[in-house]
């Protein structure tokens, strides 16, 4: 019965579905833990491009009420439902659970949030696949999960104030136990401290001895001695990546960086006079960042060993361009990718940027929106940096920085004058990119961005 009904979705799917190219191709992957299904997937191919979706977004809502009811059949006969952590990515085995937010008894709403997971690469909520109470929390907040550990179990259907509190009362019982098992403590009270003050020598020289490393971790901050006013915290997953991915790279490139300045008079000059305009028809704000999207586009169509890759003893060249945005959130910093740059117009690259940009900050961004990537542009002068070197971004093999604008005097025409300048600096992976075409990647992009017009003429 389940491959009938998959081969139905399947056949349904391909012939409704208006999203696909006619040589897409859909394929059904379940997600098994247990005796129960964690998540169905659709495997979506697209002129050659092969991406994982949910099938609750390439079905029709009628095929859709299908699969709820194929998923419904999984549930206890009690009529509740387990809660479990979705599909996360291929390069994503795991997670920590960073927050729960529902406690038991808390009724919960469809696709209403559980819980979050920390990954090395975004948060990914849990969400309830049906409306009910929670009756009970089987994790913790930081316990690692992979895909498919069970998180809730909630109740079905609404339920009324009764039985929110006979959901607590367990929780009490069980917990009585435990407070009642220290009340038949206090007989051996006494000899209770002299245990204390034999565990504490034996718990110190534990934590400040290199042999409790286990695997052979190097002995770095952990070992440090606690001080008056200070506090540890543990790194999240996203910071132990970045550090990780950062580190490799000074490991693995031969880093250089060089440097060039550029006059923004003509670009800021075009934003002033076309800004309004520019907002009425596209409904976005033109910045300066479509402009150096654009000219770091035209550089690498004219040095193309800037966006390829070194891969073994080869060297992968990409006939496109997906632009790599930095940005920096709360949680740490993060590349969105603006895919097919070379093929968006201005209007599109502030769209693409806005939305990838605020869901960064929201912390909804995707694995999916992180993925590949050719080249990165960096903008520490959003935060006031006047100069820096930039660190690739692994495995790409160059970065562009941009920096704040600061009035500097310049000789324009024999005469010294006031001008907007920006430092731009290119770091690279000497292996692959010699200095020539490094020197003349940068000054192409400092060519386009002090004369947008080089573009409409392609000069």
Not at 199 to 210: H, L, R, Y
Not at 384 to 394: A, H
Not at 444 to 453: G, H, L, Q
Request: proline share 7%.
């Amino acid at each position: 019965m389940e491959r009938c009904l998959v081969r139905l979705l399947r056949s349904r799917a391909l012939r409704s579905s208006r999203a696909f190219a006619p040589r897409s191709l859909l394929k059904r992957s379940v997600i098994w833990s247990g005796s129960e299904p964690v998540r169905h997937m659709a495997t979506v191919c697209s002129e050659g491009v092969f991406r994982h979706v949910s099938l609750r977004e390439v079905l029709t809502p009628c095929q859709t009420s299908i699969l709820q009811k194929w998923n419904r059949g999984f549930a206890s006969d009690a009529g509740s439902i387990e809660v479990v952590v979705p599909f996360m990515g291929d390069s994503v085995p795991d997670g920590t659970l960073a927050a729960i937010l529902k406690q038991p008894g808390d009724t919960v709403d469809v696709d209403e949030v559980i819980a979050q997971i920390e990954t090395d690469k975004v948060t990914i909520d849990v969400r309830s696949t049906e409306a009910g109470t929670i009756e009970k929390l089987t994790v913790k907040e930081g316990d690692t999960v992979t895909p498919g550990t069970k998180v809730a179990i909630i109740a079905k259907g609404k339920t009324s104030g009764e039985h929110t509190s006979v959901s607590k009362e367990p929780a009490e019982q069980t917990s009585a136990p435990k407070s009642s098992e220290p009340a038949t403590a206090p007989p051996p009270e006494p000899p209770s401290p002299a245990i204390k003050a034999q565990e504490k020598p034996v718990e110190k020289p534990k934590q400040f001895t290199p042999s409790q490393k286990p695997g052979g971790v190097a002995p770095t901050e952990p070992q440090l001695p606690p001080k008056d006013r200070e506090r540890r915290v543990p790194m999240t997953r996203l910071r132990k990546r970045v550090a990780t991915r950062l580190k490799d790279a000074q490991n693995t490139f031969a880093l250089l960086t060089t440097f060039n300045e550029i006059d923004m008079t003509n670009l800021m000059a075009l934003r002033l006079q076309y800004k309004d305009a520019f907002l009425e028809k596209h409904g976005v704000k033109l910045g300066f960042m479509s402009g150096f999207v654009k000219a770091a586009v035209s550089a690498l169509q004219q040095q193309p060993v800037v966006n390829a890759v070194i891969d073994g003893d080869d060297i992968i060249y990409r006939d496109y361009i997906d632009i790599s945005i930095a940005v920096g959130t709360g949680k740490g910093l993060v590349v969105p990718v603006v895919r097919g740059a070379d093929k968006l117009s201005f209007a599109e690259i502030e769209k693409t940027i806005n939305l990838l940009g605020k869901k960064a900050n929201d912390g909804t961004i995707s694995i999916d929106d992180m993925a590949g990537g050719t080249f990165t542009v960096s903008n520490g002068g959003v935060y006031g940096s006047l100069l820096s070197t930039p660190i690739i971004n692994p495995p790409q093999s160059a970065i562009l920085g941009m920096h704040a604008i600061q009035q500097r005097p310049m000789v324009v025409g024999g005469e010294i004058k006031a001008r907007p300048m920006m430092f731009v600096a290119l770091t690279y992976d000497h292996r692959l990119i010699d200095g020539r075409e490094a020197v003349l990647f940068l000054r192409r992009v400092k060519d386009v961005v002090e004369d947008p017009r080089r573009l409409l003429l392609d000069i």
